[in-house]
T-cell receptor
Framework: GAVVSQHPSWVICKSGTSVKIECRSL??????MFWYRQFPKQSLMLMAT?????????EQGVEKDKFLINHASLTLSTLTVTSAHPEDSSFYIC????????????FGSGTRLTVV | AQSVTQLDSHVSVSEGTPVLLRCNYS??????LFWYVQHPNKGLQLLLK??????LVKGINGFEAEFKKSETSFHLTKPSAHMSDAAEYFC?????????????FGSGTRLSIRP
């Protein structure tokens, strides 16, 4: 089946630095990818929708200059958390829609970001 | 507009007893419905999905769900709980035939299994 690979699975960084998270579709082309943030014991919150070759669409309240999304190819989308602060610590998950699979959604394994 | 409501934030059952996780949805379009499971610090794994075919959907690990349009429900069941079923479960709704649409997550139900 469709697989989405997300790296790294966990990362610790210092305040003020930037962190890049990658999301790759391994055996299919993903024209659309989604980035979510999950706080402890809460549901997933959609941050942005990433379309290959165009600018991402951010949800209300999500700072696009803070959370940079790039979807340069049909198999790779990246989320860069810029000038990270401790409040950015969270679990980030990407997903991709799979055309031809009744529009199912495959999720990456998630990235635990801790900013110290 | 779409929404999904998971009626229980926490369900606790004994090992070997049935599991019922409740989900109600609201959708202006013909919906696709999914159940995902998330183990601690892990990504989401698809359990099953309904996309306008058979209303009774069988998934992995013995789970199944029934789409009831009249009740706008898509409850997840399993005849006999196993300790490994302890996890967070999310009910998800999205319009059918729209791969780029946002998917709406329920608030999640934490399933605990008592020995």
């Amino acid at each position: 089946g469709a697989v989405v690979s997300q790296h790294p699975s966990w990362v610790i960084c210092k305040s003020g630095t930037s962190v890049k998270i990658e999301c790759r579709s391994l055996d299919f082309q993903a024209t659309t990818m989604f980035w979510y943030r999950q706080f402890p014991k809460q549901s997933l919150m959609l941050m942005a929708t990433s379309n290959e070759g165009s600018k991402a669409t951010y949800e209300q309240g999500v700072e696009k200059d803070k959370f940079l999304i790039n979807h340069a190819s049909l198999t790779l989308s990246t989320l860069t958390v810029t000038s990270a602060h401790p409040e950015d610590s969270s679990f980030y998950i990407c997903s991709a829609s799979v055309k031809g699979d009744n529009y199912g959604y495959t999720f990456g394994s998630g990235t635990r970001l801790t900013v110290v | 507009a779409q929404s999904v409501t998971q009626l229980d934030s926490h369900v606790s059952v004994s090992e070997g007893t049935p599991v019922l996780l409740r989900c109600n949805y609201s959708s202006s379009y013909s919906p696709s419905l999914f159940w995902y499971v998330q183990h601690p610090n892990k990504g989401l794994q698809l359990l099953l999905k309904y996309t306008s075919a058979a209303t009774l959907v069988k998934g992995i690990n013995g789970f199944e769900a029934e789409f009831k349009k009249s009740e706008t429900s898509f409850h997840l069941t399993k005849p006999s709980a196993h300790m490994s079923d302890a996890a967070e479960y999310f009910c998800v709704v999205t319009p059918t035939y729209s791969s780029a649409s946002k998917i709406i997550f329920g608030s999640g139900t934490r399933l605990s299994i008592r020995p």
